[in-house]
């Protein structure tokens, strides 16, 4: 019975046909290996670079704002204050991403960077226009006193107008 199978089996020509369904049914299973091994690498690594390309942007950032404060000119010891603040501000942070910086995750190289965004933003908006949030008032004191003397019965002398004003 065995020799009587081997008998009815079909024989295939070995014709173009044939050599065309092989090649064709190789080429499939090299590409879904490639599918398979290729596609999780390059994804992978796709990861890394953006995680690579946002602490570049945030490391930029940071040493743009800080050259842009340094040589930024204020008009009294308030605003310069102002200034400095946010300059150590900027600078510990510069030391903090010296050491630190392969060991951030994206979460907090997003936290780091909406936090110089906002200083940027503080830039930009106000202190670029010289609106900031300390404002230094003068108070012309020449009305109370004279009204303090009258009160008092003592002679009124005329109070020299303060330094930068203008006699009305």
Do not use: H
């Amino acid at each position: 019975m065995p020799g009587k199978r081997a008998k009815e089996t079909v024989r295939r020509k070995r014709d173009y046909v044939t050599w065309m369904a092989v090649f064709l049914f190789f080429i499939i299973v090299g590409f879904e290996l490639m599918v398979v091994l290729w596609l999780p690498t390059k994804l992978r690594s796709e990861t890394i670079w953006e995680r690579e390309v946002a602490l570049e942007e945030m490391i930029a950032l940071e040493d743009l704002l800080r050259a842009q404060l340094s040589s930024f000119k204020a008009d009294d010891k308030f605003q310069e204050g102002e200034v400095a603040l946010a300059k150590s501000c900027l600078d510990i942070y510069a030391r903090y991403l010296r050491e630190y910086k392969d060991k951030l995750n994206r979460e907090q190289i997003r936290e780091i960077y909406g936090d110089l965004k906002k200083i940027e933003s503080i830039y930009y908006s106000r202190w670029k226009s010289r609106l900031f949030l300390i404002k230094t008032e003068k108070l012309d004191t020449s009305k109370f006193i004279v009204q303090l003397q009258k009160k008092a019965g003592l002679e009124i002398k005329p109070q020299p107008p303060l330094s930068g004003e203008k006699d009305k």
